[in-house]
């Protein structure tokens, strides 16, 4: 996991000898020698976080498209060498998406993962509403900011209610974030059960086909 071009400039004192999206650009040069590196040592799945993408906005409505126009052309620099059997994934943080809907499909990443426990799947209606996500993406199905543990049948029934919303095909099962801010006897069973609710539900669709 590697944190994307964007986020880092939006998360830093930048430069001011020269325009941001320059900046970005460079940065995003530097993270594209790293992302072939691990390519090159055998990883097929790199995660590139955007969590800050739509945090970088102008005020100003009418400087929104170019930002956005950069800021996705930065993503794409990232992982333009990667062959095709490499998966970018990306990941962003509690947001309005609906005005940024189409620049998330322009940054063409493989999956998108976002946090979404706290929304009661109210975040999933952009990417299934007025415009068709094609890729896949993963709902945060339990909440990383709080030490309690849930029980299988809870993220069972989480999923379900994501499922009611996107496309199986899609769909990916996964915490909501990074998991730095947890004890390890937390993660532990919580991941223990979030993978056997992805079982119990692979098992009951099989079966329903």
Same mark, same amino acid.
């Given at each position: 996991?590697?944190?994307?071009?964007?986020?880092?400039?939006?998360?830093?004192?930048?430069?001011?000898?020269?325009?941001?999206?320059?900046?970005?650009?460079?940065?995003?040069?530097?993270?594209?020698?790293?992302?072939?590196?691990?390519?090159?040592?055998?990883?097929? %799945? =790199?995660? #590139?976080?955007?969590?800050?993408?739509? !945090?970088? &906005?102008?005020?100003?409505?009418? *400087?929104?498209?170019? @930002?956005?126009?950069?800021?996705?052309?930065?993503?794409?620099?990232?992982?333009?060498?990667?062959?095709?059997?490499?998966?970018?994934?990306?990941?962003?943080?509690?947001?309005?998406?609906?005005?940024?809907?189409?620049?998330?499909?322009?940054?063409?990443?493989? %999956? =998108?993962? #976002?946090?979404?426990?706290?929304?009661? !799947?109210? &975040?999933?209606?952009?990417?299934? *509403?007025?415009?068709? @996500?094609?890729?896949?993406?993963?709902?945060?199905?339990?909440?990383?900011?709080?030490?309690?543990?849930?029980?299988?049948?809870?993220?069972?029934?989480?999923?379900?209610?994501?499922?009611?919303?996107?496309?199986?095909?899609?769909?990916?099962?996964?915490?909501?974030?990074?998991?730095?801010?947890?004890?390890?006897?937390?993660?532990?069973?919580?991941?223990?059960?979030?993978?056997?609710?992805?079982?119990?539900?692979?098992?009951?669709?099989?079966?329903?086909?």
């Amino acid at each position: 996991m590697l944190t994307g071009p964007v986020t880092i400039l939006n998360w830093s004192f930048v430069r001011n000898d020269q325009p941001r999206f320059e900046t970005c650009y460079q940065i995003a040069l530097a993270i594209k020698d790293e992302v072939e590196d691990l390519e090159k040592a055998g990883i097929n %799945v =790199i995660q #590139i976080d955007e969590a800050a993408l739509r !945090e970088g &906005l102008p005020l100003r409505k009418s *400087e929104h498209a170019f @930002y956005l126009k950069w800021a996705v052309h930065s993503f794409r620099i990232t992982n333009c060498g990667v062959k095709d059997t490499t998966q970018i994934h990306t990941h962003m943080c509690y947001s309005n998406f609906n005005d940024i809907i189409h620049s998330i499909i322009d940054m063409d990443a493989d %999956v =998108i993962t #976002i946090e979404n426990s706290r929304s009661d !799947e109210k &975040l999933l209606s952009v990417f299934r *509403e007025g415009v068709k @996500y094609g890729a896949g993406i993963g709902p945060g199905v339990y909440d990383i900011h709080s030490p309690r543990i849930p029980s299988t049948e809870e993220i069972a029934d989480r999923i379900n209610k994501m499922l009611a919303v996107l496309e199986t095909n899609i769909l990916w099962v996964n915490p909501d974030c990074g998991l730095k801010t947890r004890k390890y006897e937390e993660v532990k069973p919580a991941l223990n059960n979030m993978v056997a609710a992805a079982k119990q539900l692979r098992t009951k669709l099989a079966s329903a086909k």
